[in-house]
């Protein structure tokens, strides 16, 4: 059964230094707040796993806390380029990062064969593509079949992942909805898992049968955080701060302003202030 | 074609080729704003995927990711993402995927990946995302993006995206049964592949652009059709849907703050 608590108690009981850790969203319920608190706890040489590692990872990579990073896409969607993730790998800063890098297609098969407890995930990709020439982790399997060559990618298991839901019941059941992305897969394929969601409820008796919901026995942890997705969104509650990811593209572009955004605004702040910053967003109480 | 910007008249262009009848996975940036012109003026029926798992979405503003909450409100259904990818692209239900790239070479492979080393890059690009996939899977590909020296190029650093290779039978020598490039429209021309040798060459100029302005922005010798000719200009619904469009975008994109 989840375990209903306090965010930093989640952070401090489940990621350890050295982890294979996903904080997962696809665009959508990013889960900032969870971040922000293993930023705060000092977590080192964390292996991150993220289809798109956008502007939360740009901070954590920018704060010396991942060895490597495994993903899709490195961008600010909408935006360009991750500044910190770039500093780091073209010049090693705050420390050299690894990469492995993948497609979406890859990524998405990989975190599915992880949730299936699949070692492997096989897809038709790749067909053209150099990064199977720059990642040893790119193989290819025969049909045994249809003698079809196929692309082969190891599944991705993290020893844990985050993500943020709109809302769980008392009993730790979560329910996902909107863009659903690959929250499911992120928590399913994960030895631990620990959602952040907007509110505790009574029940779900009012949630459609085929609705998206994550039992509570496969579920490690349970963390109210209103907001805890800002500035992206959770679905029905707060809308998409657009106008930080644009921002962020300025914040991240100097080491020092870098620096000093952090300690304003994640090293000195806690859980509780993400609500008052999807305040204007806010489409539901 | 007084009055109307470059971009502008790559948008529309890039438009007119989609149809009611389409399905189109549609990257972020210029193609965005081409599919969604599309579906507002002449193609109302065009179904729009994104990559997040939105099918068939309508969206009122442009989105800044492509997983905005608008593209859910408005889809016929919202699928997780490795069902996307399955599903619905790999099990080969696209017939368009219209992308954008960073660096480009005049066999349609695209380069989003890194400029310089791959290992030791000069500038980390974001990658290919869906692209590399979508290239292979989608029945074909329209390319629509700025020209320049810097993004059309004889040579790419990297293949992120696998267009026509080194071009002719490329495609079906590796397997593909997809058509791959067939069509590309930048803010000075629209360009189609050589039906043999697979090298986009010049279908039409747009308004006002000459030859001489299409090779300046281009790395490689450029090869015009022998049939060139003239995009039609944009006509006031196109212009004003754009225009309208692309307002309603940048006031929902300054935030509610």
């Not at chain 1, 009981?13 to 707040?33: K, M, Q, S, V």
Request: hydrophobic fraction near 40%; glycine fraction near 10%; charged fraction near 20%.
């Amino acid at each position: 059964m989840a375990k209903i608590q306090p965010l930093g108690d989640a952070v401090a009981e489940n990621l350890r230094d050295g982890d294979f850790a996903a904080f997962e969203g696809f665009t959508h319920l990013i889960p900032h707040a969870a971040a922000h608190e293993a930023i705060r706890q000092g977590r080192r040489d964390l292996t991150l796993v993220r289809m798109t590692p956008d502007i939360v990872y740009d901070q954590m990579v920018g704060m010396g806390m991942a060895k490597k990073l495994v993903f899709s896409y490195v961008g600010n969607p909408g935006v360009g380029l991750l500044r910190r993730v770039r500093d780091a790998i073209e010049n090693g800063w705050p420390n050299s990062l690894e990469i492995e890098e993948h497609s979406h297609a890859a990524m998405a098969n990989a975190y599915e064969a992880g949730a299936a407890g699949q070692p492997i995930a096989v897809f038709r990709g790749y067909v053209g593509a150099e990064l199977a020439e720059v990642n040893a982790n790119i193989k290819s399997v025969t049909c045994p079949f249809t003698g079809e060559k196929l692309a082969a990618v190891r599944s991705v298991r993290p020893d844990v992942s985050f993500v943020h839901a709109q809302k769980a019941n008392k009993k730790g059941d979560v329910l996902i909805e909107g863009i659903i992305g690959i929250q499911k897969e992120a928590v399913l394929a994960a030895g631990r898992a620990v959602v952040t969601v907007e509110e505790i409820v009574d029940n779900f008796d009012d949630v459609h049968p085929n609705a998206c919901v994550l039992p509570s026995w496969a579920v490690t942890a349970v963390c109210v955080v209103p907001g805890g997705a800002h500035p992206s969104y959770t679905h029905g509650y707060y809308g998409r701060d657009n106008a930080s990811y644009v921002a962020w593209d300025e914040i991240s572009a100097d080491r020092d302003r870098f620096k000093a955004w952090m300690l304003e605004n994640v090293l000195d702040a806690s859980p509780d202030d993400y609500a008052d910053r999807v305040k204007s967003f806010r489409s539901a109480p | 074609m007084s009055g109307v910007h470059p971009d502008e008249m790559m948008t529309i262009a890039a438009s007119r080729v989609l149809n009611s009848d389409d399905v189109c996975f549609v990257g972020i940036g210029a193609p965005s704003a081409a599919c969604n012109l599309a579906r507002l003026t002449h193609a109302p029926d065009i179904t729009l995927i994104y990559e997040s798992g939105t099918i068939g979405t309508a969206p009122d503003v442009l989105p800044l990711s492509i997983g905005d909450g608008e593209l859910c409100d408005t889809a016929v259904t919202t699928v997780s993402v490795p069902e996307m990818f399955r599903y619905w692209l790999q099990g080969g239900r696209v017939s368009i995927g219209f992308l954008g790239a960073a660096q480009l070479d005049k066999f349609g492979n695209i380069n989003t990946t890194v400029i310089g080393d791959y290992h030791k890059p000069k500038t980390r690009l974001p990658g290919g995302g869906g692209a590399p996939e979508i290239a292979t899977s989608c029945g074909e590909i329209f390319i629509t993006m700025k020209q320049s020296r810097r993004g059309l190029v004889e040579k790419i650093d990297f293949v992120t995206t696998f267009g026509h290779g080194v071009g002719g039978p490329a495609r079906e020598n590796m397997g593909l049964k997809t058509k791959g490039p067939t069509l590309m429209v930048t803010d000075l021309a629209v360009w189609k592949p050589d039906p043999e040798t697979k090298e986009f060459t010049v279908e039409t100029l747009h308004p006002g652009v000459t030859r001489e302005a299409v090779q300046e922005t281009c790395g490689w010798p450029v090869k015009f059709s022998d049939g060139l000719a003239v995009t039609p200009e944009p006509t006031e619904l196109e212009l004003t849907t754009l225009r309208d469009l692309q307002a309603r975008t940048k006031a929902a994109h300054a935030g509610a703050a």
